[in-house]
């Protein structure tokens, strides 16, 4: 089932120039990542998605629904978007006040909303920061609080601007796991990053942005596999699979445990023949 279609996209922020110049595009449950040069239109992607801004031709349907033909307020309990930057979302001075405001804002009853929000905090690895000021935070705990402000509203469709930024390995472990979770449980997350180890660990399926079309779009394995058009888009595979380009395998690998497996497979193979 399509949680999302995007038919011939078309946007600009000045009449003269298009942003995002003619974009097909459906999601399906399936984690994505969405990675692009700077400037190739990601950000503008996903604030249309959300409905923060509206498309100058074509249509993004969410859940069935028009963003032209509703309100951010009324799209706010099936999408929630997490911003590059926290300081552009919090603006209370607890982080409880903060995560609760948006249950509430979409009408979950009092103590439902309650309840998510401790379930949010805890989720993010901050439920001991209930009472605390955002800003005495961290910037990556702040980019965590506003990760869970979107959690507790439990929206179908997460997205994610650049979540693991100024995060340390157990932070990105905790987001990692999150968007796996989030996948099993039939749930979308769309993710712009510029961290490619993480995309290939972490989404089943990667599209490539440049200059506001769609480059490629296909399973991550597929997508960082395809060298040349990786290197059209400036962009570089994640590290392991460079090393075992390097290495002169012909398999593309996404994480370090698949690549160390096919060692041992190999290294037991060739002790075996011996
Ligand atoms: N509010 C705005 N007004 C005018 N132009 C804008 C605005 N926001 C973005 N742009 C321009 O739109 C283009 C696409 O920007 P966008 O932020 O969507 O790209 P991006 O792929 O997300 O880049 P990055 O990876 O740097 O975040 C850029 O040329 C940018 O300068």
């Given at each position: 089932m399509?949680?999302i279609?995007?038919?011939?996209?078309?946007?600009?922020?000045?009449?003269d120039?298009?942003?995002l110049k003619?974009?097909?595009?459906?999601?399906?449950h399936?984690?994505?990542?969405?990675i692009?040069?700077?400037g190739?239109?990601?950000?503008?992607?996903?604030?249309?998605l959300?409905?923060?801004?509206?498309?100058?031709?074509?249509?993004?349907?969410v859940?069935?629904?028009?963003?032209?033909?509703?309100?951010?307020?009324?799209?706010?309990?099936?999408i929630?978007?997490?911003?590059?930057?926290?300081?552009?979302?919090?603006?209370?001075?607890?982080?409880?006040?903060e995560?609760?405001?948006?249950?509430?804002?979409i009408g979950?009853?009092?103590?439902e909303?309650?309840n998510?929000?401790k379930r949010a905090?805890?989720?993010?690895?901050?439920?001991?920061?209930?009472?605390h000021?955002?800003y005495?935070?961290?910037?990556?705990?702040?980019?965590l609080?506003?990760?869970?402000?979107?959690?507790?509203?439990?929206?179908?469709i997460?997205i994610l601007d650049?979540p693991?930024?100024?995060?340390?390995?157990?932070?990105?472990q905790?987001?990692?796991?999150?968007?796996?979770?989030?996948?099993?449980?039939g749930?979308?997350v769309?993710?712009i990053?510029?961290d490619?180890?993480?995309?290939?660990?972490?989404?089943t399926?990667?599209?490539?942005?440049?200059?506001?079309?769609?480059?490629?779009?296909?399973?991550?394995?597929?997508?960082?596999?395809?060298?040349?058009?990786?290197?059209?888009a400036?962009?570089?595979?994640?590290?392991?699979?460079?090393?075992?380009?390097?290495?002169?395998?012909?398999e593309?690998?996404?994480t370090?445990?698949?690549?160390?497996?096919d060692?041992?497979m190999?290294?037991?193979?060739?002790?075996?023949?011996?």
């Amino acid at each position: 089932m399509n949680l999302i279609e995007v038919r011939n996209l078309h946007f600009s922020y000045q009449n003269d120039h298009d942003v995002l110049k003619g974009i097909d595009l459906t999601f399906d449950h399936r984690s994505t990542a969405i990675i692009g040069q700077n400037g190739a239109g990601k950000t503008t992607f996903v604030k249309l998605l959300k409905g923060l801004l509206k498309p100058v031709t074509g249509d993004i349907l969410v859940n069935g629904i028009n963003t032209k033909e509703t309100s951010v307020a009324k799209l706010a309990a099936q999408i929630g978007l997490v911003f590059q930057n926290p300081g552009d979302q919090i603006f209370k001075s607890k982080v409880y006040d903060e995560i609760i405001v948006g249950p509430r804002n979409i009408g979950m009853p009092a103590d439902e909303a309650e309840n998510m929000t401790k379930r949010a905090l805890e989720a993010v690895g901050l439920g001991s920061k209930i009472n605390h000021n955002p800003y005495d935070l961290s910037f990556a705990e702040r980019k965590l609080v506003s990760i869970a402000s979107i959690l507790a509203m439990d929206p179908r469709i997460v997205i994610l601007d650049e979540p693991t930024i100024a995060q340390d390995d157990p932070g990105k472990q905790l987001i990692k796991d999150l968007i796996k979770k989030l996948e099993s449980e039939g749930k979308l997350v769309i993710s712009i990053l510029h961290d490619m180890d993480f995309v290939s660990e972490t989404f089943t399926r990667t599209i490539v942005f440049q200059h506001g079309r769609v480059m490629i779009d296909d399973d991550t394995k597929s997508v960082f596999s395809q060298t040349d058009v990786l290197r059209e888009a400036y962009l570089e595979p994640p590290h392991i699979t460079q090393l075992g380009n390097r290495l002169g395998y012909s398999e593309t690998y996404l994480t370090a445990e698949q690549f160390v497996n096919d060692l041992l497979m190999e290294k037991k193979l060739k002790s075996n023949i011996n």
